[in-house]
């Protein structure tokens, strides 16, 4: 599916979610609809998933995006979810990697009774477009999953996921695909705070910006183009698509200073490693207010 078929897709789930949130259902108490949105700020540590010092380049960023959920239950124990969104990230450093990205889903929770204790249990798919400032980066993505959320405590919950993605790009070396398994906790530690982690698995495509200064990274690339976000071939930086497994481990505490806003902070370290002795590191940090209406 080209990026003309996935605008059309997107613009579909979105309108779906609107007509619905105007629609007549809005009078009918099995349905209403959420309104979120974001500001961030955050760091990065290696922009470009790069191995050697004289590669690895960091970048603050912000970040920005809005949205609208329509929930309609279908049955006493199911309900159905479609969500429209936009999503851009400007970074301080690298205009290359800046973007914006337009997302229709849908969701499907049932709760097979009304137990405090019965899990929630859920599916879901998702299209996105999405533009960067980098040619060979702009794609087609398609994501879907599993999961099970459970209360454990009154004031712990747990969720369990597993995902897979693919990517359709302007280039060979963006044409990804993985698959990941993820569980995270969430414990209300007071009235307003609330503490969560988390870590997931991850089994696919990834890709690292270098110089083509060691054999490892070419002996296991199983595609090469020049990054343009980095200067391309005239700052002999290429990208590399390696098969690869990572690791991530998640941390953040959730303040909220309303009912309708919170402020968020952020830790994310991720490790990744590829054939042949390939393998990066990447620190991620975000700070942002969060509302909900």
């Not at 990804?176 to 696919?204: C, I, K, M, P, V």
């Not at 990208?239 to 902070?265: C, I, M, P, Q």
């Amino acid at each position: 599916m080209g990026h003309g078929a996935a605008v059309s897709v997107v613009r579909s789930a979105f309108a779906c979610a609107l007509l619905a949130i105007a629609g007549p259902a809005m009078a009918d108490h099995h349905a209403h609809t959420r309104y979120s949105g974001e500001l961030g700020a955050g760091y990065d540590s290696n922009v470009g998933n790069s191995e050697a010092a004289a590669d690895i380049r960091e970048s603050a960023f912000a970040t920005g995006g809005a949205s609208a959920e329509y929930f309609r239950q279908l049955n006493l124990f199911t309900t159905l979810v479609l969500r429209g969104g936009v999503q851009g990230e400007h970074y301080d450093r690298y205009e290359g990697l800046s973007n914006a990205k337009a997302t229709g889903a849908a969701r499907l929770l049932v709760r097979p009774d009304g137990g405090f204790l019965t899990p929630v249990l859920g599916a879901w798919v998702s299209a996105s477009y999405w533009e960067f400032d980098s040619a060979i980066r702009d794609s087609d993505e398609y994501r879907g999953g599993l999961f099970a959320n459970q209360q454990i405590t009154t004031r712990i919950s747990g969720r369990l996921a597993l995902g897979a993605a693919w990517r359709e790009s302007d280039s060979r070396v963006f044409d990804t695909h993985g698959a990941s398994a993820a569980l995270n906790l969430d414990w209300r530690l007071a009235e307003r705070a609330t503490l969560y982690g988390g870590y997931q698995f991850y089994r696919g495509d990834v890709v690292s910006t270098a110089a083509p200064t060691t054999l490892k990274i070419g002996l296991a690339a199983e595609e090469i183009e020049p990054d343009d976000a980095f200067g391309g071939l005239a700052a002999n930086q290429r990208a590399y698509r390696l098969d690869a497994e990572a690791h991530v481990g998640t941390l953040g505490l959730n303040y909220a200073l309303s009912s309708k806003l919170s402020a968020d902070l952020q830790g994310q370290y991720v490790d990744t490693r590829a054939d042949y002795g390939n393998e990066y590191q990447r620190v991620l940090a975000v700070l942002s207010l969060l509302a909900r209406f």
